[in-house]
């Protein structure tokens, strides 16, 4: 299989990276970043774009069986619109770019908890992220929407900022009554590869769902 992948260089990314990497049913990943992962495969081929909403001279790698979309923004790092741009404007026009190459392409895109397609809330992100699930549904049924919570480092011993450091402690406890809270990386990207290499009947997963996913497999 030949997938595509967004945001390698992020916490999630380089989980989903590392897992593709070693997949003995992944002949080749493609990367689209923003900047170099330095990461040299046999099966890996990367390339850098200044601009997500133009593939011109890429566009004959952009044919795959699955695209896997990790790329992000956090809220506060970026201008409304260019949250929007980033988290809107490039996940659609990849996915309507990548279908018109292969219409059987299932494309995985990581939204959030939050994500609001009704677009209410307080939460830019979860309005955004609602937004753009909501488009891209209209795509077609190889869409499929993952709305992860706190997403934990599969390692206890990484090290992140301070906010996620004291949001895994609060989360660990909550965890004690409920699925629903967080996530470990490895698990969430597992989920995803899987989908994007089989496809599922469930077109959007909650938390809960995907830390079940594997329990279909048992």
């Not at 077609?140 to 206890?156: C, E, T, V, W």
């Not at 900022?161 to 990207?189: E, G, K, Q, W």
Request: proline share 3%.
């Amino acid at each position: 299989m030949k997938i595509i992948l967004t945001g390698a260089t992020g916490f999630l990314g380089q989980e989903v990276l590392k897992q593709l990497l070693v997949d003995t049913q992944v002949s080749e990943v493609i990367l689209l970043v923003r900047k170099s992962t330095g990461i040299i495969n046999p099966k890996l081929q990367e390339f850098v774009l200044k601009d997500f909403l133009d593939y011109a001279e890429i566009a004959q790698h952009t044919k795959a069986d699955a695209c896997i979309w990790c790329l992000g923004v956090p809220q506060g790092a970026v201008t409304k619109e260019e949250y929007i741009k980033i988290t809107y404007e490039y996940a659609l026009y990849a996915a309507k770019t990548m279908l018109k190459l292969n219409p059987q392409l299932r494309f995985c895109f990581v939204s959030g908890a939050s994500a609001s397609q009704e677009e209410k809330g307080i939460s830019l992100q979860g309005r955004i992220k609602g937004r753009t699930e909501k488009a891209l549904a209209l795509l077609g049924s190889n869409i499929f929407l993952f709305r992860p919570a706190f997403i934990k480092p599969a390692d206890s011993k990484y090290k992140r900022p301070l906010i996620p450091t004291i949001a895994r402690y609060v989360t660990n406890i909550l965890d004690l009554f409920s699925d629903a809270f967080s996530i470990d990386v490895a698990t969430l990207a597992a989920c995803l590869i899987s989908v994007a290499k089989n496809g599922s009947d469930n077109k959007l997963m909650n938390n809960i769902a995907i830390r079940h996913y594997q329990d279909n497999f048992h």
